[in-house]
């Protein structure tokens, strides 16, 4: 059965929303599985993001009350069904999960009372970031509207989480490069008033570091501040 027109509507808005947040990602992420559990009916809906140190995919988000599922060990690239969606980078439908030999966990599903389940990947310019698995808690044939509608979500999805990690990935190069020149600054203002070679005056902002247990950009900053205020 296919779901009502204005939940889809209002599923796809909702994310649509949430590309152009501001938003931490575990946020965006929760707001997500939210979002599409409700839209799909789904009694656990979880979203998986790929490690890409150890090739796995990690649950990241749902709104399963289940600690057994949600502890569930991640999946190498091609394994299980959600493995299997994000190596494929197509939607994996699966009518009951307790006959389908590919499945993992099936003591879960069975504790949980897991039926159906439609996984679907997040794909970026043809790049799989991850996937949405929805499950049913009784028998379900997903239709074609309902794959596609979970595919625009998933998309959607994948954007929102892009654009959030580069976000992050440029704030964060931002900071490493206002660090460096902290430190630069600091380093010329120790060889000057101490008379010390690069090295050393690297050396003693360094120590200070490890001895009072402060960041490197703490310590420079400190020493910046002095200085302004001998002027």
Do not use: W
């Not at 939210?34 to 993001?49: F, G, P, Q, R, Y």
């Not at 999960?97 to 310019?125: G, Q, R, T």
């Not at 892009?162 to 060889?191: F, P």
Request: a positive charge; charged letters at 35%; glycine letters at 2%.
């Amino acid at each position: 059965m296919d779901r009502p027109l204005d939940k889809q509507i209002t599923a796809l808005s909702k994310i649509s929303k949430v590309i152009v947040s501001d938003m931490y990602l575990e946020d965006i992420l929760k707001l997500i599985v939210n979002v599409t559990a409700e839209m799909m009916d789904s009694k656990i809906c979880s979203l998986m993001l790929i490690d890409y140190k150890t090739k796995q995919l990690v649950i990241r988000a749902t709104q399963s009350m289940s600690d057994a599922y949600n502890k569930k060990l991640p999946l190498k690239i091609g394994e299980g069904i959600a493995g299997k969606a994000a190596k494929e980078n197509k939607p994996i439908i699966v009518k009951d999960i307790a006959k389908e030999k590919e499945y993992k966990h099936k003591d879960i599903a069975e504790k949980e009372n897991l039926s159906s389940l439609l996984c679907v990947p997040l794909s970026v310019k043809n790049r799989v970031i991850g996937v949405i698995n929805c499950y049913t808690s009784k028998p379900h044939d997903f239709t074609e509207t309902e794959v596609t509608i979970l595919t625009s979500i998933a998309n959607q999805a994948a954007v929102a989480i892009e654009n959030t990690e580069l976000a992050i990935k440029s704030r964060l190069a931002k900071e490493e490069l206002e660090t460096r020149k902290k430190i630069e600054r600091a380093k010329g203002i120790i060889m000057k008033d101490e008379g010390k070679t690069e090295e050393e005056a690297y050396l003693k902002l360094q120590k200070y570091s490890m001895d009072n247990r402060k960041s490197l950009r703490e310590v420079a900053e400190a020493v910046i501040l002095a200085a302004d205020i001998k002027k």
